[in-house]
């Protein structure tokens, strides 16, 4: 059974969203502030994160970092505001995704199903794969750049660079399109699962992030249209 952390600190939506994901088929454990979520955190390693951004003790992005510090588990945020502020300082402090509350169920639950698939991920395993993925085994180089989709490994210069599950599909998808442009939907399509023109800042944050691990000049930023991989 997928095990969740839900930190949290108004108990009734704590309690209404943990009853909704247990229905669903979850496991989920449950913080009030972000201390106690970081405790619960190292002891029970759950599958995926859901923080509220508005937190006692540690805030949601306070926790999201440290968290970050030694996992890559998937993380979703939770926003009361829907504050541009809230959203970037998450989305930098390394989460995966963010949701404004209060939020539908099944748009809860499917974004939660998102990051669970992103996480396990492997090139091939699903029904719809990326362009060229009949060489998905062959390591890829781009500059002092090595990607092996099949161990889902990326090392810079021989040194291994630890990429969240997201971070990995993003570049697989560069990958799989070497030279090409990615619009900023697309990619919000193929790696957010979104079914809808989402939030364009969670793919221009997580380009950001990608380049600082991979070399800011192996991505470039095609003005108006979106990014591609430099060959």
């Known amino acids: 059974m997928t095990h969740l952390l839900l930190v949290e600190d108004d108990e009734v939506i704590r309690d209404t969203v943990r009853l909704m994901l247990e229905r669903y088929g979850y496991a989920v454990s449950v913080a009030g502030d972000g201390l106690t979520g970081l405790e619960v955190f190292r002891e029970r390693r759950p599958d995926l994160l859901l923080l509220d951004v508005m937190l006692p003790e540690l805030d949601g992005i306070g926790l999201c970092r440290r968290v970050r ?31 404004i509350k209060p939020v539908e169920s099944a748009v809860l639950v499917a974004r939660i199903r998102s990051l669970l698939r992103r996480a396990s991920f492997p090139p091939g395993a699903e029904s719809v794969e990326p362009a060229g993925s009949a060489q998905q085994r062959d390591v890829l180089t781009f500059g002092d750049v090595e990607f092996d989709p099949g161990a889902m ?8 660079v630890a990429l969240t599950p997201t971070e990995l599909r993003l570049l697989w998808e560069f990958a799989a399109n070497p030279g090409l442009v990615l619009e900023r939907r697309t990619l919000l399509r193929n790696v957010w699962d979104y079914s809808w023109d989402g939030d364009r800042r969670v793919v221009d944050l997580h380009v950001q992030r990608l380049r600082a691990k991979i070399g800011a000049e192996r991505i470039e930023t095609v003005r108006g249209f979106g990014y591609k991989l430099r060959r």
């Not at 588990?73 to 995966?96: C, F, N, Q, T, Y």
């Not at 490994?153 to 291994?160: H, I, K, N, Q, T």
Request: charged share 30%; proline share 3%; net charge negative.
């Open 153 to 160: 490994e990326v090392r810079r210069a021989g040194r291994l």
């Open 69 to 99: 510090e030694s996992s890559l588990v998937p993380i979703l945020m939770m926003s009361a505001r829907g504050d541009a502020l809230d959203v970037v300082s998450g989305l930098e402090a390394g989460a995966d995704d963010y949701v």
